[in-house]
């Protein structure tokens, strides 16, 4: 309830006792009325020469209508005061509560505005960390090398996700966890899941099995990330929990009225759970068994972030453990769809089929020479991140440090796609982007993609209605990357891979 309906709630019911109250006053009015008419009588007995017997009776019932008129009067009045100091209680209490209401704003507006800063902070030295390890991945080719390299990759990796966890958890904390649904492709969700953990189970003897049912609907909407997040989140627990024998990813629906509950199941056949430790699995910052887990990294926060995510999407998680035999985790969350949708089909041989190896090659389907592009990151090394991540790609790619460069590079030379960064000194990404709106009057709009550390739910949107094309959060995920690319690369400016390299 909030402030104007709980004083409505009160105000009513004092106006209700106000008017009971006037009910009251009427009756005694008449009450009085009576008295006068017995008193007139009292008087006329005794010009009369009455007896004094009835005189005295008489007197006697005057007095005793009077003194209860006038007790209930009293009463009244005291009610009545009463019904005064309520309302000014009342009206204080309103005020008390407006005032921490438009506290409470402040401070979660100020909660709002430190994640947005701690995610932009993070995550930005991050993408130098990732980035960087990758470029030297691809130009190391001696063994320690690159077993060096991998090893601060996975370092960084790991160190994303608790950073992760943590901003995911204070926004849980602060009321900011926002489900943001939007139309997705469903077999490239679950081919994407899948694709990661068979890379991270390339070096592993573990088997991973997938049965994806044919009938999901092939285009559903709902929020795509968020059901990733929940999905790797549990996957990624059974790979770092089972050393041996297989893990099993299973996904089918249940659809009705244009709804469909989506039911992913994870398998393994790990170290299991206690039960005296079931009941804390959920819990912020737990982590069950340590003595035999302390070698296993983790915030304990990624079940609790999952299950408000569940939770949040109209589903939530279970779980069914046989401590030293494996568990089964079961994730659900409710999704829309358009009636009529096809089927995903049969996904699971194309899933089965992704080679560990692929997915780490750095090969691409076409490279685009004649395409320029304009990076603008007030980091330096960024720049260089990017200008990596996209030279197989073979582009035209020109890089500046600020939004007055890059006006000043577009004066000079005309691009094809620009990646802007958001926060930067003197004009950030957002004014810079405004900028280049009102310069393109009568030309076509250049792609603008927000590339950028600030990674707070509602980001996405607020780039999008402020002149932004498209959304790349930073560390850069170069599947991410490369499927932005392929988006807004047109077909006329691609050359094929094969003929590049004949040309070669």
């Known amino acids: 309830m909030d402030i104007a309906d709980y004083i409505d709630k009160v105000v009513l019911s004092l106006v209700t006792k106000a008017i009971n109250h006037v009910a009251s ?19 006329t007995l005794i010009e009369n020469g009455a007896a004094r017997h009835d005189v005295a009776e008489k007197s006697r019932a005057v007095a005793k209508i009077a003194g209860a008129v006038f007790g209930r009067a009293d009463d009244l009045q005291r009610e009545v005061a009463q019904i005064s100091m309520d309302i000014n209680e009342v009206m204080g209490s309103a005020e008390d509560l407006n005032a921490a209401r438009l506290k409470a704003d402040r401070e979660n507006r100020s909660k709002t505005l430190f994640l947005a800063r701690m995610s932009h902070e993070l995550r930005t030295p991050m993408n130098a960390i990732i980035g960087m390890s990758e470029l030297a991945e691809r130009d190391c080719g001696r063994p320690v090398c690159l077993e060096h390299i991998r090893n601060i990759k996975q370092a960084g990796a790991n160190l994303l996700s608790i950073i992760n966890d943590i901003l995911d958890f204070s926004k849980i904390e602060s009321g900011n966890l926002q489900i943001t649904p939007s139309p997705y492709d469903a077999a490239s969700l679950f081919n994407d899941v899948t694709t990661i953990v068979r890379v991270r189970l390339a070096d592993s003897s573990v088997q991973f099995v997938t049965s994806i049912a044919p009938d999901i609907p092939s285009q559903m909407t709902g929020d795509a990330g968020r059901i990733r997040q ?6 990624s627990n059974a790979v770092k929990y089972t050393k041996d024998g297989f893990i099993k990813f299973t996904v089918s629906c249940e659809r009705e009225d244009g709804t469909v509950l989506l039911r992913c199941a994870v398998e393994d056949s790990g170290i299991g759970i206690k039960q005296q430790d079931m009941g804390h699995l959920f819990e912020d910052f737990e982590r069950v068994d340590m003595q035999r887990n302390s070698d296993i990294e983790g915030t304990g926060l990624g079940l609790s972030i999952a299950q408000s995510l569940c939770r949040a999407m109209g589903g939530t998680i279970s779980v069914t453990s046989e401590y030293g035999k494996g568990s089964v985790f079961t994730a659900t969350m409710l999704q829309s769809f358009e009636r009529g949708s096809s089927p995903i089909g049969d996904i699971a041989g194309d899933a089965a089929g992704k080679n560990p190896a692929s997915a780490r090659s750095l090969g691409v389907s076409f490279t685009a020479p004649g395409f320029h592009v ?13 200008r990596g991540l996209l030279a197989p790609f073979e582009m035209d790619i020109d890089t500046c440090s600020s939004g007055d460069e890059a006006l000043a590079m577009m004066r000079e030379k005309e691009y094809d796609l620009i990646f802007m960064d958001h926060m930067m000194p003197g004009m950030d990404g957002i004014e810079t982007t405004c900028a280049i709106r009102s310069l393109e009057s009568g030309r076509n709009k250049i792609p603008i993609v927000a590339l950028t550390a600030n990674a707070v739910s509602g980001m996405k949107e607020m780039f999008l209605e402020n002149g932004f094309n498209d959304f ?13 690319v392929e988006k807004w690369v047109p077909e006329e400016k691609r050359v094929r891979a094969e003929a590049t390299r004949q040309a070669k």
């Open 374 to 386: 304009l990076v603008v990151d007030d980091i330096k090394v960024n720049l260089k991140v990017a």
């Open 230 to 235: 929940v999905l790797l989140n549990l996957l």
């Open 472 to 484: 790349l959060s930073k560390p850069i995920e170069i599947p991410r990357l490369y499927k932005l």
């Open 25 to 43: 006053i009427a009756e005694i009015h008449s009450e009085i009325g009576a008295v006068r008419v017995m008193a007139e009588e009292l008087n």
